[in-house]
């Protein structure tokens, strides 16, 4: 099973300077790509003049996450992809639990490490932690990591098991199946569109895991601030986008409208903490949700798995 390390950049050549070196370091044989999103920096210079091992693609344009992962991916041949954020430190012996896992369970389509902070070493990281879910409304969380409530590492999350949905800041993926589902959804531009994978390749009847045995440290927000209005809008969009492509429709019946009402105090209280531009995102996030609805319907799978939620609430006192 041969892999291919892959890291989208997007003007990052301060994050390739710091953590690309122990990629190289820790990572075997596997091939090491990095995909550039049309950056205006220095950044595919620097690659050519300091890592000549490393393979360099180049997107015409800025393409997000998803459509840069999904151009870029085009042209490499591999088994396994590790979608790598620029901003992560691998560790040694980071590869092994990942490869066994996949070698014995030809079920499992995607999985995710370990995933701590890289300035708070002791604590788990805002994205992925301990593993992905989602909850009964369709709220992403972590164990590890609810909203913005993040728990120190002391061990109660050193297991292997099946997940809802992988983190994308370290995304091992089997490209067959990341093919098979045409990739990620590129109308997301970025944010949940790693879910969305996710969720439909559980729809299919694949499996998404997380190990602790492989750990990763990451620094969380390179390429945009987790308090960007531009980011409340792209998780509060892709969320509804994902919810409409993918519940079951008696499920979707209940939970689309219940969103609409919440949706509306979290944009107030966003509006009330973060600034009236975030409030304005939300509106926008709707806006945007409202004029793809047609097209989203279209992309609904044959299959929508019933039990996509964990039997938990969380409920908005924990936007506060």
Known sequence: MDLAIVILNWNGKSWLEKFLPNVLLYSGEASVYVIDNASTDDSVFFLKENFPQVKIINNKENHGFAGGYNEGLKKIDSDLYCLL??????????LTPVFSLFKNNPKIAALQPKILD?????HFEFA????????NLGFPYCRGRVFENIEADSGQYDDEREIFWASGCCFFVRSKDFWEQNGFDARFFAHQEEIDLCWRLKNTGKKIFYTSKSTVYHVGGGTLNKQSPTKTFLNMRNNLLMLLKNLPLQTLLWVLPTRMILDGFAGIYFGYKNGFAHFIAVLRAHGAFYARILGTLKLRGKVQIEKYFETKWLVFKNFL
Request: glycine share 18%.
């Open 85 to 94: 954020n620029s901003d992560v430190e691998v560790t040694e012996n980071w």
């Open 118 to 122: 890289y300035n708070r070493r002791t």
């Open 128 to 135: 992925g932690a301990g593993g992905g879910f989602l909850d």
